[in-house]
């Protein structure tokens, strides 16, 4: 019994750990548009202040599919609602 | 190692329970030091001069480049309400900031973000019904009235990415900082985590607050012209 609850609950570490993986790539996508910002910048100095802006938008946009991966991880380990089923199951 | 919100007194109005949590708390503190602020400086600026100097330099300098962001991002037509995003800007910086002396920084707690970024959503729906009244309504059926459930997800999708990516980042932030206080021993508690608390809460705090600013004036932009 304890050790079903156990594995369940290392399942359910993995499973935030493989949530977390997105990170990678919204990293990934956030590098291309820094790159790009720069890009730019040294192409245009002049415009400098309108890039940045534009570049902050665009970062904070593709943030928000890292952003949803942590908070699904952190539901899946602190406020689970499946193992209090599981425990009421067991038991 | 705690990472919920606390909750300090259970008020009993009229029947009715009422959860006094740690994030209110905070926020009363924030509010109070913002109204103190602002009240020393109401008093200090009482005869106003036309040649600025010294404390009333500092101030102009802060709402002016304040309000040039605003109608920068927002035009000039709109910026009339940049003084009620001075005042959400204020607030979650101030947030993020005294989060540095421990306090858990109220922006950390999805009520409050929901809240800002609630208002931001109907700052936003008033706005459009005001300067465009009925081709705003006509915006929700835009290409064909076929692709109004999807308009309608579209607008409602927008305060909760605004107000998870705030709430992300700061709970981030103070979950390592959590962490690193409740593993590693005494004797490597001080000094160390001040690195920490500059990245986290100093330079993501900003950053997260001038994102939250100009994605809502960004929003609301969109919306009105």
Redesign the interface.
């Given at each position: 019994m304890q050790g079903t609850i156990a594995s369940a609950i290392g399942v359910i570490h993995i499973a935030a750990a493989i949530a977390l993986l997105n990170g990678a790539f919204t990293t990934f996508g956030q590098a291309k548009i820094a790159a790009q910002a720069i890009e730019s910048i040294a192409r245009q100095p002049e415009a400098a202040e309108d890039i940045r802006g534009a570049m902050f938008v665009g970062l904070a946009m593709a943030e928000t599919s890292g952003i949803y991966g942590l908070l699904i991880a952190i539901i899946m380990l602190f406020a689970n609602p499946l193992v209090e089923v599981l425990v009421n199951l067991i038991s | 190692m705690i990472?919920n919100v606390d909750n300090l007194w259970v008020l009993n109005l009229a029947g009715v329970e009422v959860w006094i949590t740690e994030t209110i708390f905070n926020t009363w503190v924030i509010m109070l030091i913002l109204i103190v602020i602002a009240i020393i400086t109401r008093v200090k600026l009482r005869n106003f001069k036309v040649v600025p100097k010294g404390f009333q330099n500092v101030i102009e300098l802060i709402v002016e480049s304040f309000d040039n962001f605003a109608s920068n991002?927002l035009g000039e037509s709109l910026s009339y309400i940049s003084p009620w995003f001075f005042m959400v800007f204020a607030f979650v910086l101030s947030s993020a900031w005294l989060s540095v002396f421990g306090i858990r920084a109220p922006t950390a707690d999805w009520a409050t973000t929901f809240a800002l970024a609630f208002a931001t959503f109907l700052l936003m729906l008033f706005m459009g019904f005001r300067h465009r009244k009925g081709e705003y309504l006509k915006s929700f059926f835009s290409p064909h009235p076929i692709f109004f459930p999807l308009n309608l997800v579209g607008e409602l999708a927008k305060p909760i990415?605004l107000s998870?990516?705030l709430?992300?980042?700061m709970?981030?932030g103070t979950?390592i900082l959590t962490l690193y206080y409740g593993l590693t021993p005494l004797f490597v508690q001080f000094g160390i985590p001040a690195l920490l608390h500059a990245f986290f809460d100093i330079i993501v705090g900003a950053?997260q607050t001038?994102?939250f600013v100009?994605?809502s004036l960004?929003y609301i932009r969109n919306v009105a012209s």
């Open positions: - | 990472l991002s990415s998870f990516r709430f992300g980042n709970l981030s979950i950053i001038y994102i100009i994605i960004m």
